[in-house]
């Protein structure tokens, strides 16, 4: 390989801009990011249920290096959220989740959703503390330090999971405290197997935790005046998956084909 | 010598909390209220006075010109734009558009570029951690690669297979693992709280 570079410097850009090049070209119908469009179905009937001028309380604690796996999910269920005129309200227990929670209530105002929607009750810190008091003061159980909710019950929360503080603190600390507001999650694939417990006993009504399902609950949805979130190109997952595959299964056979012959040198003769 | 202020507290908020949690009394619900709200009051003053240790630090390491003064240059002024743009006289604090400014077109995206590195720089870590020779190594590097096999987005039949598996591989062995993990963590946790509400050891420990 190293020699293969000395002749060939060029080799790796090359690789590189016909790699970039692959993932602008239009997405053929053999490749498919979506699976089952049922893993939607979940979110989308809640979604449907929803009454107009519903509350939802969004917890909004991803974090920025599982984020963009998420993001295109998240915008499309927040566009159809506002679409089906709920009212959002928006909260985080994590500095990182505060600051991609101001991003997307600026990038939503800049595409003129009216400021009463899009309420923000800001950074609460505490962790769990600051869960447990979110929730007496949703339950209306004590005030507590957390200001700016509005007088209403809540129909839904929505939790945007990727930091320490995710659904899985939710489930814990607020769901049980407030067992009137039902608890919906987007969450990084990371997160599924700690997540899929909790979605089976019913504590999360729905969930969305793979590229699949995101992609899936994409389909699932008319595109709103928000925009169409189509997510990445399934042709740019796919080189990045297959640039993985080959430099990974090719470090597994060279280090496969190493142990070998170790173990033979050490047989006796 | 033991102290046993620290414990005492721990045991009294602890046993205060989970009596909440179990029993409806209005006031067992302030006390409980009270404590949860010293906990969010010193979770802020621990933030706020990271901020302060972050900013003398690298105000220190610019006057004295050590370490990387460049970039600690780079943070203060950072902090000191957030600051301005929220703070400035008929500013909307973080609901700034400003501040949203600066967060959307500045910090997000460099946030994303530096973790986008991450497929190049995780990619150069499995494949030199599988150089050293260890057989865990090659057993991790190996799962990897099938997992990622699983998750190449084909369509018809076929991705539907790769689908279900991938589905299966995440729900069953993965979970179970993460799973053991988890109780395993949570049973450590219990026991230590356990530990600390029945005065056994100290806090220290």
């Known amino acids: 390989m190293t020699d293969l570079t000395r002749r060939a410097p060029w080799l790796w850009r090359a690789l590189l801009l016909l790699a970039l090049a692959l993932a602008l070209l239009p997405t053929t119908d053999l490749l498919r990011l979506a699976g089952s469009l049922d893993a939607a179905d979940g979110m989308v009937a809640i979604v449907d249920d929803l009454p107009p001028e519903s509350l939802v309380l969004v917890g909004f604690d991803?974090?920025?290096?599982?984020?963009?796996?998420?993001?295109?999910?998240?915008?499309?269920?927040?566009?159809?959220?506002?679409?089906?005129?709920?009212?959002?309200?928006?909260?985080?227990?994590?500095?990182?989740?505060?600051?991609?929670?101001?991003?997307?209530?600026?990038?939503?105002?800049?595409?003129?959703?009216?400021?009463?929607?899009?309420?923000?009750?800001?950074?609460?810190?505490?962790?769990?503390?600051?869960?447990?008091?979110?929730?007496?003061?949703?339950?209306?159980?004590?005030?507590g330090l957390v200001a700016g909710l509005p007088d209403e019950p809540f129909a839904l929360g929505l939790v945007i999971g990727g930091n320490d503080i995710g659904p899985r603190s939710w489930v814990e600390q607020f769901e049980p405290r407030v067992v009137a507001v039902e608890i919906v999650a987007v969450a990084p694939t990371v997160l599924l197997p700690e997540l899929t417990p909790y979605l089976e006993s019913g504590q999360l009504r729905a969930l969305l935790a793979t590229p699949r399902d995101g992609a899936a609950y994409r389909e699932s949805v008319a595109p709103t005046p928000l925009g169409d979130f189509d997510g990445p190109a399934p042709l740019a997952v796919l080189v990045g998956v297959l640039v993985a595959v080959a430099v990974l299964g090719f470090a597994v056979v060279s280090g496969l084909g190493d142990s070998l012959r170790s173990s033979r040198g050490r047989e006796p003769a | 010598?033991?102290?046993?202020?620290?414990?005492?507290?721990?045991?009294?908020?602890?046993?205060?909390?989970?009596?909440?949690?179990?029993?409806?009394?209005?006031?067992?619900?302030?006390?409980?209220?009270?404590?949860?709200?010293?906990?969010?009051?010193?979770?802020?003053?621990?933030?706020?006075?990271?901020?302060?240790?972050?900013?003398?630090?690298?105000?220190?390491?610019?006057?004295?010109?050590?370490?990387?003064?460049?970039?600690?240059?780079?943070?203060?002024?950072?902090?000191?734009?957030?600051?301005?743009?929220?703070?400035?006289?008929?500013?909307?604090?973080?609901?700034?558009?400003?501040?949203?400014?600066?967060?959307?077109?500045?910090?997000?995206?460099?946030?994303?570029?530096?973790f986008g590195l991450l497929f190049v720089t995780t990619l150069s870590a499995a494949r030199r951690s599988v150089d050293t020779g260890g057989r865990e190594a090659i057993v991790l590097v190996g799962s990897a690669v099938v997992l990622l096999i699983l998750l190449v987005p084909i369509g018809g039949t076929a991705g539907d297979a790769l689908a279900a598996a991938a589905d299966w591989a995440l729900e069953v062995p993965i979970g179970a693992v993460f799973r053991g993990i988890l109780i395993g963590v949570a049973v450590l946790v219990a026991v230590f709280a356990a530990r600390t509400l029945l005065g056994i050891g100290s806090t220290d420990d």
């Open chain 1, 62 to 143: 991803p974090d920025l290096g599982t984020y963009a796996e998420i993001r295109p999910t998240v915008r499309t269920l927040l566009a159809d959220l506002l679409e089906h005129d709920a009212r959002l309200v928006f909260v985080s227990l994590t500095p990182e989740g505060r600051a991609l929670a101001i991003a997307e209530r600026a990038r939503l105002l800049a595409s003129a959703v009216a400021p009463e929607r899009l309420m923000d009750v800001g950074f609460v810190p505490g962790a769990e503390a600051a869960l447990v008091s979110l929730a007496r003061a949703v339950d209306g159980t004590g005030d």
């Open chain 2, 1 to 114: 010598m033991r102290r046993p202020t620290i414990p005492a507290l721990v045991i009294a908020v602890g046993v205060l909390v989970l009596a909440d949690f179990l029993v409806v009394n209005d006031s067992l619900g302030e006390l409980a209220g009270v404590a949860i709200d010293a906990a969010i009051v010193v979770a802020a003053g621990a933030a706020l006075a990271g901020v302060g240790a972050l900013v003398a630090r690298r105000a220190n390491d610019v006057w004295r010109r050590r370490g990387d003064p460049v970039g600690a240059g780079l943070v203060l002024a950072g902090m000191a734009a957030v600051l301005v743009a929220g703070l400035r006289p008929g500013a909307e604090g973080a609901s700034d558009p400003a501040v949203g400014w600066i967060v959307s077109a500045l910090m997000l995206p460099i946030g994303a570029t530096l």
